[in-house]
Each structure stands twice: as structure tokens, then as C-alpha cells.
Nanobody
């Protein structure tokens, strides 16, 4: 299983970005998937998840601002990020599950300037 995250960049506070994660493998459509992030000097923290049935859950710090979605036909998971804040600055990692457990993408950097 391989994952490729994209869509990061530099944005001003209050702006929006949409992250995408392309996955391989035949287990994606039956697996929960989602996003974590890691800010400089901090531990990796969970951001959002979506089940195979498209039930979503969010960390309190992003709820109401971020929206996770998936397209099983394309093996893609997305993270729409609105009303971005400087504290959202981090490397964002997508993940999914497969026969070997949890798999991670390489990360995409999001920088929010104040």
C-alpha cells in the first residue's frame, strides 16, 4: 500500500487549502483513512478520520473548519481546510489501513502566515 499526499503550501491566515492523498491497493474502500499532522517540535497529532461508510470524526481544534472526504472509485482521500490559523502550520500525513496494518504517506507541508 502506497500513499502520496499533495496540496500543501503557504497560505495567509483565514485562507483555505485542499489536501489530497492518492492511495494504492485493493483495501482502501473497506478501510478507515484520514490525516495526522506534526508541527515543528511537537508530536504527531490526529486531525480527522473517515470510515469505509464515510462516517467522519475530527479533532476539536479543527472541527467546523476542516472537512474530510473520500472517493473510493479513485482511491483518494481529501482534507478541505478553511479558516486556517497559524497554529495549523504542520506537515500533514495521510494514512490508511491494509493487510500489514496502518500505512502512511510522506507528508505535505502546510504553512499558515499571520
Amino acid at each position: 500500500v502506497q500513499l502520496q499526499a499533495s496540496g500543501g503550501g503557504l497560505v495567509q491566515a483565514g485562507g483555505s487549502l485542499r489536501l489530497s492523498c492518492a492511495t494504492s491497493g485493493s483495501f482502501f474502500s473497506i478501510s478507515a483513512t484520514g490525516w495526522y499532522r506534526q508541527a515543528p517540535g511537537s508530536q504527531r497529532e490526529w486531525v480527522a478520520s473517515i470510515t469505509s461508510g464515510s462516517t467522519t470524526s475530527y479533532a476539536g481544534s479543527v472541527k467546523g473548519r476542516f472537512t474530510i472526504s473520500r472517493d473510493n472509485a479513485k482511491n483518494m482521500v481529501y482534507l478541505q481546510m478553511n479558516s486556517l490559523k497559524p497554529e495549523d502550520t504542520a506537515v500533514y500525513y495521510c494514512f490508511t489501513h491494509g493487510p500489514g496494518g496502518r500505512y502512511w504517506g510522506q507528508g505535505t507541508l502546510v504553512t499558515v502566515s499571520s
